[in-house]
Nanobody
């Protein structure tokens, strides 16, 4: 599975951005997909994820209510809609896919994902 994230940029506090993650090389509709982010000097952290079973999603507490994950199976693309952005959301955002098909539970740790995109930088100015 190859993943390519895009859509990052510079935005002011309170603004919005939508990131995209285009996937190829797998059956997209069955993929378990996640978003992670990494700020300078910090470890990579979970943002949110979606599984194919029922289209369920999970989010980190820090983004819950502000970020929304969606997927378009016809376009083999996952999205991360980010609203009410804060300076602490500044990071490189990565999309990832797990090799296994998760039917119960949603993976939230880096080691649970096998394929990673190259990352896209989001900068939120204060």
């Amino acid at each position: 599975v190859q993943l390519q994230a895009s859509g990052g940029g510079l935005v002011q506090t309170g603004g919005s951005l939508r990131l995209s993650c285009a996937a190829s090389g797998g059956t997209f509709s069955r993929l378990t997909l996640g978003w992670f982010r990494q700020a300078p000097g910090n470890e990579r952290e979970f943002v949110g994820a979606t599984i194919s079973s029922g289209g369920r999603t999970a989010y980190a507490d820090s983004v819950k209510g502000r970020f929304t994950i969606s997927r378009d199976n016809a376009k083999n693309t996952m999205y991360l809609q980010m609203n009410s952005l804060k300076p602490e959301d500044t990071a490189v955002y990565y999309c990832a896919s797990a090799k296994s098909v998760w039917l119960v539970g949603i993976p939230q740790f880096v080691y649970e994902y096998d394929y990673w995109g190259q990352g896209t930088l989001v900068t939120v100015s204060s």
